[in-house]
């Protein structure tokens, strides 16, 4: 259907047009110079030593736990409320993800504390997720790893362009993952980026995500060699220079666009001040700055978000769910067991959070009218639901 506002739609002009053609009329389609650009770019936008673009957010994951040298036996802790490729990269490397729970329907991003329960001689790593671009509490994980001996995975999907006591989410733990997907703050249809200050790490970086290769085909066209050597197990986990011209033109404005989702953000959270049955997450966190990637709400016990989700599509209104959690999915249930009732804080999200439309398009009066919307449907359904119970 045709919505009359959409979930989330994309920010782009004639820069990115103009990106493009470049690329295409340079008759270099692969990894090439436009690439190292995009790197370079993205290395000094976070502070970091090194930047590797990749295929797309999931390769990023992958690659980060398998530099890190995760592999059969190893368990790595990491959220159930997060999309399932931050689990899948776990397995890709044969280790084990191990789900803790979140703090709760005021924060829904991974409990330090949960953390700290489910480490075991087996542990490896902690992967975080930034849910929604709001930043974990990194210090405390930090700490959990430093005591424990254990890497840290920044999954930043949702958050490029967040802070946590004034570093770039991404640069804080041993490595940092970032996704490029048509819907996040950076789009470039497909593709992601892998970040460290880690000079090691980089280098096995560097050689995995292009077969194991010691020479790139820009490198050997460039003529800086005329052959290669394959050093170790890698992926074709190459972007493309296309992506990599539309990512340098997203990354400049990106920061005006991060401004606009903050400050839907905050009317959000005014207009649906005292509607009954909804939560806003994430209020007042004064060390942490969001990139805003979306707006979820949580939803109380007695107000449908099925009834609410349909009332909201009679209007014209696209909404989400984030996320199904991942420890309830079929494909895991058969990997380790039903295992509901472990995350409760978890599961109370996966049945009650809702996403809100959110891009930087989006207006001032649209933004009214999602909050009208729900403010007149929310009694409706509550006193229904208390009716029938």
Known sequence: MAWKIPLSDIAMDGEEVDAVRDVLQSRWLSMGPVTEEFEAAFARYLGAEHAFAVSNGTAAL????????????????????????????????????????????????????????????????????HYGGYPCDMQPILDLARDHDLRVVEDAAHAVGATYRGQKC???????????????????????????????????????????????TWDRHRGHGYSYDVTAIGYNYRTSEVASALGIVQLRRLAENNARRKRIAGRYRKLLEGVEGIECPFAGAVDKESSHHIFPVVLSQDLSRAGLQEALKEKGIQTSIHYPPIHLFTYYRGLFGDTRGSLPKTEFAGEHEMTLPLYPGMTDDEVEYVCTAIAGAAPGILAGGRGAA
């Not at 991974?110 to 001689?121: G, L, N, R, S, Y």
């Not at 892998?194 to 050689?207: K, P, Q, S, Y």
């Open 62 to 129: 992958h690659i980060a736990h398998a530099v890190l040298g995760i592999g059969s036996g190893d368990e790595v802790i990491t959220p159930s409320l997060t999309f399932v490729a931050t689990a899948n990269s776990v397995l890709y490397c044969g280790a084990r993800p191990v789900f803790a729970d979140i703090a709760g329907p005021d924060d829904l991003n991974v409990a330090w504390e949960e953390i700290a329960a489910k480490i075991t001689p087996e542990t490896r790593a902690i992967t975080v997720v």
């Open 170 to 216: 991404g640069t804080i733990g041993d490595v940092g993952c970032f996704s490029f997907f048509a819907n996040k703050n950076l789009a470039t249809g497909e593709g992601g980026m892998v970040v460290t200050d880690d000079d090691d790490l980089a280098e096995r970086i560097r050689v995995m995500r292009s077969h194991g290769m010691t020479t790139l």
